[in-house]
């Protein structure tokens, strides 16, 4: 016997309502009105609707900013603390992984070069393809001497020149 319309709704947005998003946000819009941050915790929530016990969230917070990335990498943490659900996270956001995971493997073209505790590998990489990968992460003194470089390189002078010399203009010279 199919479930009646009305329970079929409410299975669905049950688990949503439990995970972020108010039932009355939810009922009657086309997936055209959600937020892309809305959009994820729906999945997350029909992703949880028949009880899993292993999600494979793959680039689950690639296009959402930053302040929604950990909302929704909160929101996992919290479903691993409550229901014991375990996740297989695919992502190329290495600060996201190291927070939500208890092991991270490093892939390079689909082979598993190093694999261990997240606060090992940052620490002690072992493999040249990690190191690089370390490497790329953009610290803030780094980040700000590579503004400084960019700036230097193609600040204006005066005659509109970029990357020329620049030097003070004094009217009252």
Request: contains cysteine; positive net charge.
């Amino acid at each position: 016997m199919p479930i009646p319309t009305r329970r079929w709704t409410e299975f669905a947005i049950a688990p949503c309502a439990r995970w972020g998003s108010a039932r009355s946000r939810i009922r009657g819009k086309y997936i055209r009105q959600f937020s892309g941050g809305e959009l994820q915790r729906i999945s997350v929530a029909r992703a949880l609707i028949p009880r899993p016990k292993l999600i494979v969230a793959d680039e689950p917070v690639s296009m959402v900013d930053a302040s929604l990335r950990m909302s929704i990498v909160n929101l996992f943490r919290q479903i691993v603390e409550e229901q014991g659900v375990s996740f297989i996270y695919i992502t190329h956001d290495l600060s996201t992984a190291y927070y939500l995971s208890d092991r991270v493997a490093i892939m390079n073209s689909g082979r598993v070069v190093e694999s261990g505790v997240p606060t090992d590998i940052p620490d002690h990489p072992t493999h040249n393809y990690t190191r690089e990968l370390m490497a790329a992460i953009p610290t803030v003194e780094e980040r700000w001497s590579e503004f400084a470089a960019i700036d230097a390189k193609y600040r204006t002078n005066p005659t509109g020149q970029a990357g020329a010399p620049t030097h003070r203009t004094d009217r009252h010279a």
